[in-house]
C-alpha cells in the first residue's frame, strides 16, 4: 500500500476512535445527569463499542471503551457500583463484536455475552466489596438503601400522597432486603436485555454501513427451547416451600426465565405486526406503551410462555 493511502487508513482509524469514544461519552453524560431518561440511554452504551469493534478491529476498538472508562471514572470520583455498571455495558459491547466474528446463532450470541459479562463484573464487585466494603452484600445493602432513599424523596417531590410516602418509607428495609436478595436474577435480566435490543438495533446500522451482521434467520419466528417450561414450574414450586433460601433461588430463576420468555412474547408481537402490516408509528407506539406499562408487560411474557401449548404462530403448521 502507497505510504499515503497508509496515512489516509490510519487518519480514518484515528477518527473512528476519537468518534467512538465522543458518542460513548456523550451517552454517559446524557446518564450521568437526566435520572430516567439517562437510564434508559446508558442502555445504548453498548452500541457504538459493538459498531467500531467491527468497523476497525479488536485491538485499535479496544482503545475506546478503556479511554471511557478513565474519563468514567474521574466523573464518578473513582471505582463504585455505578462504574461497574457502565464497565459492564461497555464490555458487553465489544464482547458482542467478538461474538459477530465467530458468527455464532442468536442463542449462542446472546448466552456467551451476557454471561462473559456477568462472570466480570461479578469478580470486580466481589474484589472491590472485599478490598473496601466488608463484603459484597454489606456493599449491595449500602447501595439498594442509598438509592431507595433517593427515590423516596423523588416521590415527595412529585407530589406523591403522605399516606403512601409513609407506607413505603415504613418498607424500606424489607423492600431493600428483597432487592439485595434478586440483585443476582437482575443484573442477569438486564445483561440480556440488553444484550437483545443491541442485536436488534445493530441490524440496521451495521447494514447500512456494509459492515458484517451474522445471519440470525427471523427472529419472529423465535421460540424458547421447550424444556425451559419445566424450570419455570420448578422455580414456582419452589415458592411454595417455607424455606427462605429456596424462594430466594426461585425468585431468582423465575426473574431470568420471564425475560426469556418476554424475548418470545415479543418475537409473537412483531410477528402479527408483520402479518397485520402495522404502520411503522403505530409499532412504536405500541412497544413503547409494552416499556411502560408492566401489566402490559406481564401480559407480553405470558403470551410467550403459553405459545409452547397454544402456537400463537401456528408455525409447524406454516412448515408442514
Known amino acids: 500500500m502507497p505510504q499515503s493511502e497508509q496515512r489516509d487508513a490510519s487518519r480514518n482509524i484515528t477518527r473512528d476512535i476519537i468518534r467512538g469514544i465522543a458518542v460513548t461519552c456523550l451517552i454517559f453524560g446524557i446518564s450521568g445527569y437526566l435520572p430516567i431518561i439517562g437510564f434508559f440511554c446508558a442502555l445504548l452504551l453498548p452500541l457504538p463499542i459493538l459498531f467500531y469493534r467491527s468497523k476497525i478491529g479488536r485491538q485499535k476498538a479496544m482503545i475506546i471503551p478503556v479511554v471511557t472508562m478513565v474519563i468514567m471514572g474521574v466523573g464518578f470520583g473513582g471505582i463504585s457500583p455505578d462504574i461497574l455498571f457502565f464497565f459492564g455495558l461497555l464490555l458487553l459491547g465489544f464482547v458482542l463484536g467478538e461474538c459477530f466474528e465467530l458468527n455464532l446463532s442468536i442463542e449462542k450470541t446472546i448466552l456467551y455475552s451476557a454471561g462473559s459479562v456477568l462472570v466480570a463484573v461479578g469478580f470486580c464487585l466481589f474484589f472491590y466489596s472485599n478490598t473496601s466494603h466488608g463484603g459484597i452484600v454489606s456493599l449491595l445493602s449500602e447501595y439498594v438503601g442509598k438509592n431507595l432513599k433517593l427515590t423516596l424523596a423523588l416521590y415527595e417531590?412529585?407530589?406523591?400522597?403522605?399516606?403512601?410516602?409513609?407506607?413505603?418509607?415504613?418498607?424500606?428495609?424489607?423492600?431493600?432486603?428483597?432487592l439485595v436478595r434478586i440483585i443476582p436474577a437482575m443484573a442477569a435480566a438486564l445483561t440480556l436485555f440488553v444484550a437483545w435490543t443491541s442485536i436488534l438495533l445493530a441490524g440496521p446500522i451495521m447494514k447500512s454501513k456494509h459492515l458484517f451482521y451474522p445471519d440470525f434467520g427471523s427472529l419472529k419466528h423465535w421460540k424458547a427451547p421447550e424444556p425451559t417450561v419445566w424450570f419455570v414450574i420448578g422455580s414456582g414450586l419452589a415458592l411454595i416451600f417455607p424455606f427462605q433460601l429456596l424462594k430466594i433461588m426461585g425468585l431468582n430463576c423465575l426473574i431470568v426465565l420471564m425475560t426469556i420468555y418476554f424475548f418470545q412474547g415479543i418475537a409473537i408481537v412483531s410477528f402479527y405486526f408483520e402479518k397485520k402490516r402495522f404502520p411503522r408509528l403505530l409499532k412504536i407506539f405500541i412497544y413503547s406503551i409494552i416499556a411502560m406499562q408492566q401489566m402490559i408487560l406481564l401480559l407480553v411474557?405470558?403470551?410467550?410462555?403459553?405459545?409452547?401449548?397454544?402456537?400463537?404462530?401456528?408455525?409447524?403448521i406454516n412448515n408442514s
Open 157 to 178: 417531590d412529585m407530589g406523591m400522597p403522605e399516606e403512601n410516602i409513609l407506607l413505603i418509607s415504613n418498607s424500606l428495609d424489607t423492600i431493600g432486603y428483597v
Open 301 to 316: 411474557v405470558g403470551l410467550g410462555f403459553f405459545d409452547m401449548w397454544l402456537n400463537f404462530r401456528k408455525l409447524d
